[in-house]
């Protein structure tokens, strides 16, 4: 089997795992990359996430990760909901269901499966936002999307509410080319996001004053200085993706796991939560990041 007949049906074996897209980058040294991280890294922009430094090499080197892969296998994975939770408090969309990383890993494990079943002798690693891996950058690479100004890979028919995951293999496979960046001189994000986390230019996140980094990464108390432009966000924030035009093109996922239980879905007194509710409402969620502790700091820091 050529390389264009391999790379065709494990583009197919994607879709039917019900991935939404799937493409292929050389696996290769990320140059450009590296220096931009690097850069991004010394100006401090991680806050206080400095796993983001650990790793540095196999982050920009996916050999490092797995030693002759050829290729990195990209895929998406839609998590945009039919439905919206209702209430005064919000949590991002990506959050209202099982967590994501339980899910889709299962799915890589199946199609590493299907590789060795009907390709043979592959060797490989399957990633899901838990590694040190450049998922939007090597999507970017695979055709899959570009950098938007909020920094998330953007894609001309489904937006940004997807997952990413990889699969580096020693697969030689055919790659796909690079999309243009079709942002345009639109500044949507830049002007909606309420901490100016946001490059003035776009293209530059300053992480510690994101409000995803805010109310999940960060440990400490929240600083004073963002009182009254959380925008009632207590887990996550999805501000920039949904004032980004793109996202009109966005469709509900079919994914039975990433819907919001009836519990959670009929949640309404949110300043009064025990931990006993809280455990019982994100079970097996991402929401269980924060731990009950910081969940309720996030919504007493709102409520004031």
């Not at 991935?19 to 450009?32: I, L, S, T």
């Not at 004032?243 to 966005?250: D, I």
Request: charged share 30%; with cysteine.
């Amino acid at each position: 089997m050529d390389t264009r007949q391999l790379t065709q049906q494990i583009k197919e074996q994607a879709k039917s795992l019900g991935f939404m897209a799937c493409g292929v980058a050389k696996a290769e040294f990320m140059e450009e990359e590296a220096r931009r991280v690097e850069a991004w890294l010394e100006q401090g922009y991680q806050g206080s996430m400095g796993y983001m430094s650990n790793h540095f090499e196999m982050r920009v080197n996916p050999t490092l990760l797995v030693p002759g892969a050829k290729s990195v296998i990209c895929l998406m994975y839609n998590y945009f909901p039919e439905q919206e939770l209702e209430g005064d408090l919000k949590i991002a969309r990506y959050a209202y269901g099982r967590d994501y990383h339980k899910v889709i890993k299962k799915k890589l494990k199946l199609f590493m499966q299907w590789m060795h079943t009907h390709i043979g002798q592959v060797d490989g690693r399957c990633f899901v936002d838990s590694a040190p891996v450049l998922e939007r950058d090597w999507a970017k690479r695979a055709g899959l999307g570009w950098t938007g100004k909020n920094t998330l890979l953007l894609n001309k028919e489904r937006g940004s509410y997807f997952f990413l995951a990889e699969i580096i293999s020693d697969l030689e496979l055919e790659y796909d080319e690079r999309v243009k960046d079709h942002c345009g001189t639109c500044t949507k994000c830049i002007d909606a996001c309420p901490t100016d986390a946001i490059a003035e230019d776009g293209f530059l996140l300053d992480a510690s004053k994101c409000i995803s980094y805010l109310t999940i990464e960060r440990k400490d108390a929240i600083p004073d200085e963002f009182k009254g432009k959380m925008e009632n966000w207590i887990f996550g924030c999805d501000i920039c993706q949904e004032v980004c035009p793109w996202n009109r093109f966005s469709v509900p996922h079919e994914e039975s796991q990433f819907l919001a239980s009836p519990d959670l879905v009929n949640m309404k007194d949110w300043e009064g939560i025990q931990e006993e509710v809280f455990d019982i409402l994100f079970k097996g969620s991402p929401v269980k990041r924060t731990k009950f502790k910081g969940f309720k700091r996030n919504i007493d820091f709102i409520k004031g």
